[in-house]
């Protein structure tokens, strides 16, 4: 049982450049999201989607879009990268909604260097 | 929207010894409040969560106590063990959106 899955883990890109991350969950659950997580400020909401064929803002959506393919796949791309979207992303998932104390489960994280 | 504030930043104890991490939050609405600890490489993890209707929650050697009349609540570590150094994260959910948001941190050392 993999999980959260998330491509790729490492990628080094230039200013400018667009690209897209990619996360799966075999876990069969409704909801889906995409942190960022930086040096002293924790995990930071970019998007989520509640169930198949929704997706909300979080806290720091700007620069960012989602797409939620199927109940399985949830990806975020950058259409532009800059320097400030350095950081390691983090795609989680929960099988119901967190607050009815729904848990989130994390896939391992992609690591993402702007130059 | 929610702020949750996470203290201290980073902790050392001998092992053994007890370890505390306190958090506060700021929208009275909150009611669900997790805690995921993340080890090196890896993403974060639910160790144990407590609601609102309730005072303190116990599991083996962890346990989280909440103060909803002053928003703050807490992680105790008892006997810490070298594995038990790594990342805690707090956070905070309301039941009016399904989001949870997370503390800044707390980066834990345990010395044999």
């Known amino acids: 049982n993999a999980g959260v899955t998330q491509t790729p883990k490492f990628q080094v890109l230039k200013t400018g450049q667009s690209m897209t991350l990619q996360c799966a969950q075999d876990?069969?659950?409704?909801?889906m999201y995409w942190y960022r997580q930086d040096p002293g400020m924790g995990l930071r909401l970019i998007y989520y989607?509640?169930?198949?064929?929704?997706?909300d803002k979080g806290e720091v959506p700007n620069g960012y879009n989602v797409s939620r393919l199927n109940k399985r796949e949830f990806s975020l791309r950058l259409e532009s990268a800059a320097p400030s979207q350095t950081s390691v992303y983090f795609c989680?998932?929960?099988?119901?909604?967190?607050?009815?104390?729904?848990?989130?489960?994390f896939g391992e994280g992609s690591r993402l260097t702007v130059l | 929207g929610e702020n949750v504030e996470q203290h201290p930043s980073t902790l050392s104890v001998q092992e053994g010894d007890s370890a505390v991490i306190k958090c506060t939050y700021s929208?009275?609405?909150?009611?669900?409040f997790p805690w995921y600890k993340q080890e090196l490489g890896k993403g974060p993890q639910l160790i144990i969560d407590?609601?609102?209707?309730?005072g303190e929650k116990k599991d083996q050697r962890i346990a989280v106590t909440l103060n909803k009349t002053a928003k703050h609540f807490s992680l105790h570590i008892t006997e810490t063990q070298p594995e038990d150094s790594a990342v805690y994260f707090c956070?905070?959910?309301?039941?009016?959106?399904?989001?949870?948001?997370f503390g800044p941190g707390t980066s834990l050392s345990v010395i044999p």
């Open positions: 956070a905070a959910s309301m039941p009016s959106y399904d989001k949870v948001i």
């Open positions: 876990m069969n659950h409704n909801s």
């Open positions: 989607s509640a169930s198949e064929g929704t997706t």
């Open positions: 407590i609601r609102s209707n309730v």
């Open positions: 929208d009275s609405a909150s009611n669900y």
């Open positions: 989680a998932s929960s099988r119901r909604a967190v607050s009815r104390t729904g848990e989130l489960f």
